[in-house]
């Protein structure tokens, strides 16, 4: 073999990696020039329009010429007021707890009453919630099942509730639903295990639904600010909540400042998240408009790269990549400072012994 020949394993290595990249850039292109389908006269449901990407969306497919149900939480509230104002009068709001059957049935009768005879051509999963920041042993178990039963059970009453609606119009399904679903972010373990059994139900529904002619699209957004992220006092809240829950024997291995440590890097990344939320909007509305839509949209610069390296990448490398982008914890549990403090005196002292020994040998040698 000559000296510059490259390994034929090599090659198959970067064929299999460069490969679906080549076939996904293509297809995003004939993805481009395909016509967006009309919007007039199209029904859309969104859940969770109280602020963020909701509200975003619904005033946005409403200016659009969508016929939009926005439910929100709170149907006197700021962001509710904010859609009735700013919207045309296509636009219904719902007040909806997706936690709560009876709103739902409540909500999918009134939507088919307005409807008459018209089908709904889109249902948007966006309502979710994110109420733990922290190690999963620290994390207490009511934080893990009111993750599940918004952003998973929720959703999924939501949905099953709706189906018939979009089988009848042959429509689409678009859910928001998160990385962390997919990938291992530390201290998110309670919102990244509904978010990816979230994703799991998603995936499967595709399959059970594309006989139907119904497409299922899922939203996969970087960092954005929604919600409570510049809210001081929310973390605030959020920390004595948890210090509160912690034993003393877990909060003496752990230490009040490791726990402190977390809360003031989930703040820091989170007064750096984009404001700009139009990149969610946009790939909400390809999912709605595109004649031929994607199974996943990266919505936010970051993201797609993400992926390809926890794909293409060993364990090893991405888990540092991940650990590098999200909160970058310095200081070590207070029991692990402990130990690693015992050790490092422990080496000391040997090492004075050692010193101490080779002192009183060479005394001895010049006694002899």
């Keep these: 073999m000559d000296d510059w020949a490259v390994p034929w394993w090599m090659l198959a290595a970067w064929a299999s990696m460069l490969t679906p990249l080549l076939v996904g850039f293509l297809r995003s292109r004939n993805r481009k020039k395909d016509k967006l389908l009309p919007a007039c006269g199209k029904a859309v449901v969104i859940t969770g329009c109280d602020s963020g990407f909701g509200k975003a969306t619904a005033r946005h497919l409403d200016s659009a010429g969508f016929r939009v149900f926005a ?52 249902l948007v999963n966006n309502a979710g919630v994110c109420v733990n920041f922290g190690d999963i042993e620290l994390s207490p178990m009511s934080n893990f099942r009111g993750c599940m039963e918004v952003n998973f059970f ?64 899922t939203i996969l957004p970087s960092s954005y600010k929604t919600g409570q992220c510049s809210n001081t006092a929310y973390w605030e809240a959020q920390h004595q909540e948890l210090l509160g829950s912690l034993s003393p024997a877990l909060l003496e291995d752990f230490g009040e400042d490791y726990v402190g440590e977390t809360k003031e890097l989930f703040q820091q990344f989170a007064r750096h998240a984009n404001p700009d939320l139009s990149p969610v909007v946009d790939a909400m509305e390809r999912a709605l408009r595109e004649p031929r839509p994607r199974v996943r949209y990266f919505a936010g610069p970051g993201v797609g790269f993400m992926y390809l390296v926890a794909s293409y990448f060993p364990t090893a490398l991405s888990n540092r990549f991940l650990q590098s982008i999200f909160v970058k914890k310095r200081l070590a549990p207070r029991a692990l400072r402990k130990e690693a403090a015992a050790a490092s005196l422990g080496k000391e002292t040997a090492a004075h012994r050692r010193h101490d020994s080779n002192n009183n040998d060479d005394e001895t040698d010049k006694v002899k």
């Design 154 to 217: 929720g959703t999924l009453n939501v949905t099953k509730s709706f189906l018939p609606l979009l089988r009848r119009d042959k429509g689409r399904l678009v859910t928001v639903s998160s990385p962390a679903g997919d990938h291992p972010f530390p201290c998110l373990a309670a919102y990244g295990a509904s978010k990816a059994a979230l994703n799991l139900f998603m995936d499967t529904l595709r399959h059970e639904l594309t006989p139907w002619g119904v497409h299922v699209c």
């Design 71 to 122: 439910t929100v939480l709170d149907a006197s509230g700021e962001g509710a007021g904010e859609l009735r104002r700013t919207c045309s009068e296509r636009l219904t709001l719902l007040q909806l707890d997706i936690t709560q059957p009876q709103q739902v049935q409540r909500a999918l009768v009134e939507v088919q009453a307005q409807l008459g005879p018209e089908g709904l051509w889109a």
